[in-house]
């Protein structure tokens, strides 16, 4: 069975810096087609961020093109995403799972982003 782990988040400031790693066990993310990450603000729905394929082609939710970057180590089987300039509404419970949704596994308990002064 699929399991997945997301972790890195934290408390950072405005501008600050993140990196969030997803593990992946029970499955090599090599056969997997695509992976996402996706996010959780209070009181909101869960929402697509970014995705990155097998071959590597990313695409982003626009208010995060050019400042988040997604990538995947197959060897690791972990996938990644850097955030960069972080803005107080990138606070959000962040996720990972398969891409596709027929396909999705179980969410994981996600990792904690708190962008603030």
């Known amino acids: 069975q699929v399991r997945i782990v997301e972790s890195g988040g934290g408390l950072v400031q405005p501008g600050g810096s993140l990196r969030l790693s997803c593990a992946v066990s029970?499955?090599?993310?090599?056969?997997?087609?695509?992976m996402g990450w996706y996010r959780q603000a209070p009181g909101k729905e869960r929402d697509w961020v970014a995705t990155?394929?097998?071959?590597?082609?990313?695409r982003y939710e626009d208010s995060v093109k050019g400042r988040f970057t997604i990538s995947r180590d197959n060897a690791k089987n972990t996938v990644y995403l850097q955030m960069n300039s972080l803005k107080p509404e990138d606070t959000a419970v962040y996720y990972c799972?398969?891409?596709?949704?027929?396909?999705?596994?179980?969410w994981g308990q996600g990792t904690q982003v708190a962008v603030s002064l």
């Open positions: 799972n398969i891409a596709v949704a027929t396909m999705r596994v179980p």
């Open positions: 029970g499955s090599s993310i090599g056969s997997i087609a695509a």
């Open positions: 990155i394929t097998g071959h590597g082609i990313t």
